[in-house]
């Protein structure tokens, strides 16, 4: 909670440009400057402001670095105004309050950064070589569309100590899209408010450590396509409650799926977690659709909260082609206790593998549905809760406990206290060429596809994004926010 001291005014005209370390950082026309002795009270630091600048013209920036080194700190960032460019916003940075491109390298220390507009990014950082480092600021957006900290293009994006708050619809604290790049982020708070707007939205490589994560109506992290989030240590309150997509009736904590949007490369997705918490507060733990996703579970302490959640459930829903569209899912619990089912249809699959002393209590595949390959270490223990079916299996004769259920391996009931020997299943990722089923372009809750999968026209952007994408208008984002893709 912000507790402000009396602000003071100091005797500077509001036109004068205060000195920063870096004569190369520059400002957007539009963005107004000016000083003061403010004192922003934050949960994890004191941050003294001596400057102010602001930006309310839709489509502009109030900080640009393109192509330079820039550094600032202890500046009031302040961004109103919508973006009618929806593409070239969630692409390209159109509309972001702090902007980075063209292989600049951006520095940000000590900021308290504000945006309230359609599709107004917070920090942005844009394309191969460039590189955004912020530390112990604080960031609020309130407008749809508008992430925490986005990366897209290739950019990286490092960030430490920070607290981020979105309340919008579609406006993930730690946001990727188109081209993705490489994000890490130690220590801070990370918390959404709005529907589709998971803590985490990940078309990028992202790892955080240190930090605690919350999401209040949406997933907590999505993964899409062959990309990747690594969480060390993190704290991960999950409570999914509002549906805005028609493509899927789960609710979840972690989704991994395959929009084919043209916006994540094919491929296997990973979720990777070592040691830290995840408390899920509605539904299921793990929801995978469409695509291939490897899930490593190490040492972490597992809730969920709603008793009629399973812990995985790898089935198809709204996205990719009908028969073909189901979750394969290479699960790796490694000291690791899960509590709850596993759910396999009949176009799905599971590798699941157990090791280094890991206790799964569940049924797995109860519905006799998918194919399925478990291998459980010496060790490591299985204990029923349910009548259960698995293509294959690998174990040594204590692994499996039966607890008065029925286990069928290929068709043949198990009879307890035997080692069994199988194979695992080969899983191929299926293309990502074709449009959805449905026949919509909506990148859920980013902006509309173009016809036929195709880029936005123009070169990346020197500066300013390119050319204007179509728009309907509203400036309101699509009815199937990407950010929240169940």
Known sequence: MKNKTIRTLLAIALAMSFALSSAACARQAGAGTGTTGETESTANAQI???????????????ITADGQAAEYSNVSVTKTGDSSKNDEADFYGDNSAIFATNGATLTLSNMVIN??????NAVF???KGTTV?????????????SGGIMTTGGGTMN????????????SAAIRSDRGGGTVTVTGGTYTTDGTGSPSIYSTADITVNNATLTSTASEGVVVEGKNSVTLNNVTLKADNTVHNSDKSSYYNGVMIYQSMSGDADEGTASFTMKDGSFTNANGDIFFVNNTVATIKLENVSISNKDINGVFLRAAA???????????KV?????????YGDIVVDKVSGLNMYMSSGSLFEGAVNPDNAGEVYIEIEKGSTWTLTGDSYVTSLTCDADSIKLNGYKLYVNGKEYTGGTASEGEAIVFKTESSSVSRPDGSGSNDGQPPERPNGEKPSGDPPSGDPP????????????????????
């Open 133 to 145: 480092n912020v530390s112990n600021s604080t960031i609020e957006t309130t407008g749809n569309c």
């Open 115 to 120: 945006t309230n507009g359609t599709h107004a």
């Open 48 to 62: 003294r402001v001596t400057q102010e600048m602001n930006n309310s013209t839709g489509g502009e920036h109030v």
């Open 317 to 327: 829903a709204g996205w990719g082609n009908e028969g073909s569209n189901g979750g």
């Open 467 to 486: 050319g204007d994408p179509p728009s309907d208008g509203s400036g309101q984002p699509p009815a199937k926010p990407e950010e929240n893709a169940d």
């Open 159 to 170: 960030a430490t100590d920070l607290t981020v708050h979105t309340t919008g619809n579609s």
């Open 330 to 338: 290479n699960l790796f619990m490694i000291n690791q206790k899960v």
């Open 125 to 127: 950082s844009y394309g």
